[in-house]
């Protein structure tokens, strides 16, 4: 049952689920370097996200060297995940704590960490779901030249074969990429300036991104032949602020939604793109990325919406929202329309099984004076969201999971720990993880699908 917060009346109910598949799985998603620590622990390499905590360039100063502590506080983070009454978690491992350079040996503490850890969601009952890259590159490896350098899809490749030879005994579903499309597009991508250089360094990376994917679902299949594997894209509708910013809105979703999965799932890159990455293909590198795959995974906040700037480095630049648009507490678009279009939309292009593998709503939450967090706006959201997908399922989309962003309030990339995602509140300075009214709501959903 929901704890009372005063006014129990003002929750949202549940939403219908007569849509979903009875095997439908919930679950849950975090990141390893969101919510790890343990930076200079048992080997670990740095990150480049270390290195930009380090350079000062995440707000308030922040650095992801404690975070959540979940290196220390697994267990008891898999408790909380028992009971939600989850059936999945999808996480990530940390590319620099298994190989500290990004390459060559292997760091043997680094690696056992991920045993404990999948051995103990096991035996709460809960499957893992492995995403091999959420962003934190080693350092070696950018300093290399990253995702720019052809040499970095061997190395991925490598990567990729070692975790499947280590955990494939117990993992079975495989994730390559967690959002490739903004990790390039923010990496290399954004800026001022018609900078032809770093358009050109983005354009390749895309590329051996791409060639990444294939030669890793490679690698996971000669190593895991039963594995299920997918790519996590974020993916939504991307929208003129003004009808004149048609043509910049198009390109804008050629380059946010269509960039990585168009090749890896249809064998051809956007064809507002296709002049720009050619230069950096060589023959055979689209068999190499068009590979199959079991299921897509959707990442879906809001819609985006764009203007032409002729100023930006490839004409266009985020524009404003309508002054009706919904908005989270953070200022993010909020529209559950757009989720469920944007569900039928993927199933139609690419054909594959969906899990919603990201959906969640940020705040600046606060403990209140009974030292507790009624979160009604967040189960608003999820309620609204959850009901459009359900609505979508009914109406076609092959939607098959549905995991919230985040099991845990954590480090917000470069907002630092100033904005708050998860179903569950972590008090930094002491770690004590208390459950929010939304944690309770959502066990409450899952109970209550999980029995119809």
Known sequence: MLPADGNPATLPAL???TGLRRDFIWGVSTSSFQIEGATRKDGRGPSVWDTRGQQGLIANRDT????????????EDVALMQRLGIQAYRFSVAWP?????????????GLAFYDRLIDALLAAGIEPWLCLYHWDMPQ????????????????????????????????KRFATFNEPSIFTLFGFG?????????????????HHVNLAHG????????RVPASSIGCVHNFQPCRPSTPADTPAAALSDAYWNRAYPDP???????????????PHMQPGDMARIVRPLDWFGLNHYGPTYFKAD??????????????????TPIGWTMDPQAFHETLLTVDRDYGLPIYVTENGMGEKEQLDANGAVIDNKRIAFLRAYIAAMNDAASAGADVRGYFVWSLLDNFEWEAGYSVRFGLTYVDYPTQRRIPKTSFHWYADLIKTARQQ
Not at 64 to 75: F, L, N
């Open 310 to 327: 002729p100023n930006s480095r490839f004409g266009f630049d985020f524009g404003a929202a309508p002054a009706d648009m919904g908005q």
């Open 190 to 206: 954004f800026g001022g300036g018609q900078d032809a250089v770093a358009a050109d360094r983005m354009h390749r990376a895309i």
């Open 140 to 171: 070696a490896i950018d300093d290399l030249g990253g995702w720019t350098a052809r040499d970095s899809v061997a190395w991925f490749a490598d990567y990729a074969a070692l975790v499947a030879g280590r955990y494939g005994d117990r993992v």
């Open 15 to 17: 939403p219908p689920l």
């Open 264 to 278: 890896q799932s249809r064998g051809f890159y956007p064809p507002l793109l296709r002049e720009k990455i050619e």
């Open 215 to 222: 030669t890793a679902v490679d690698a996971l299949r000669a």
């Open 64 to 75: 992801g060297d404690v975070a959540c502590d979940h290196y220390h506080r697994y267990k």
């Open 97 to 109: 704590r298994v190989l500290p350079q990004g390459r060559g040996t292997p760091n043997e503490p």
